[in-house]
């Protein structure tokens, strides 16, 4: 059970929804700019670009989830657990120990949180058929869920923010079934019900929860092609189902291109590494691995380069597991 809300909760209720509903040429040149910051792993950059953001448009709920989903994730790359690897097959993230965010860090995350929440009740009942404030909305309980998840191991908080995050979502759906994006938080509800064992699913299924892993991918897979305002996080969330499922290749085309649209995020470097290893293609995550560690001696950062080396020893094992079998 705990296998797969690791993968419900603890990667894809981060998703962050950018956009911005001011459209002026200011406004999407400074977002473009912030998201840009926020993917390379430039969070303090990209904390000043989404302030600026909230300045020229205080009334808009999806720059205030930014907001907070730059201070939470700042905190999970501190503390080391934006790996993907995390929530692999063997889930190492369930046997770690609960951590803490910086009090002032969380202060401000769930300060964000709430004048996202409010800036979106307010254009709901500015505008009642519209499908965005019901995408803030989820946006905003799909990041608290997170926290909860992944910084205080709460798992039944955790759950029913999950499910306040779906509810939202289905809202916006119906409001606008056009709008893809909302299909990120269904597809992972959809995949997370569906990898449940048998007797929990029927428990499920007599909750009235069904759900099915095909399906789920293949919502992932509409807002990582045709998303808006997700695409990029649906593209990171499908590389982790891709390789749950067992298909490292198609993890690795797409770590690939996130590579070189965000070349400062060396954590798509690292997941690649993974992924090749994972194809038995060693030769290929070997010539990855060295050019990481190259990079790694040349910044004089010996965090990355203990990473590399732990990563090299893991592939020698894998190679010669291969070999003796």
């Not at 519209?130 to 191991?153: G, H, N, R, V």
């Not at 893809?180 to 929860?209: F, W």
């Not at 290749?249 to 996130?258: C, D, F, P, V």
């Amino acid at each position: 059970m705990k296998t797969v809300l690791a993968l419900w909760l603890g990667v894809i209720l981060g998703s962050q929804g950018l956009w911005a509903t001011d459209f002026t040429a200011q406004a999407a040149s400074l977002r473009h700019a912030a998201d840009n910051h926020f993917y390379n792993l430039e969070y303090d950059a990209a904390l000043t670009d989404y302030s600026r953001l909230i300045e020229l448009n205080p009334a808009d709920p999806i720059s205030y989830n930014s907001l907070a989903s730059a201070y939470l994730y700042r905190e999970l790359f501190r503390l080391g657990l934006l790996e993907s690897a995390l929530f692999g097959m063997e889930n190492r993230f369930l046997t770690q120990k609960r951590v803490e965010m910086e009090p002032s860090a969380k202060a401000a995350f769930l300060e964000a949180l709430e004048n996202a929440r409010s800036a979106a009740e307010a254009m709901h009942a500015a505008r009642p058929a519209s499908a965005i404030p019901d995408y803030a909305l989820c946006t905003s309980s799909a990041l608290q869920a997170t926290e909860y998840f992944m910084i205080e191991k709460a798992w039944f908080a955790a759950l029913r923010s999950g499910k306040k995050a779906k509810n939202y979502c289905e809202n916006a759906r119906r409001k606008n079934p056009e709008f893809l994006d909302p299909y990120l938080t269904l597809g992972v509800n959809e995949y997370v019900v569906g990898s449940l064992p048998l007797p929990v699913k029927i428990l499920a299924a007599i909750g009235g929860a069904h759900g099915s892993k095909s399906k789920g991918i293949e919502f992932v897979q509409s807002v990582a092609e045709h998303g808006e305002r997700d695409r990029d996080n649906a593209r990171i969330l499908l590389a982790v189902l891709y390789r749950r499922e067992k298909r490292p290749l198609e993890a690795a085309a797409l770590l690939q291109s996130l590579f070189a649209e965000f070349p400062h995020n060396y954590l798509f470097e690292l997941e690649m590494v993974h992924a090749y290893a994972e194809a038995r293609d060693f030769p290929r995550a070997k010539e990855i691995l060295y050019s990481f560690r190259q990079m790694a001696i040349a910044a004089g950062d010996p965090l990355r380069e203990n990473q590399a080396i732990r990563l090299g020893e893991r592939i020698e094992r894998m190679e010669t597991k291969g070999r003796d079998e």
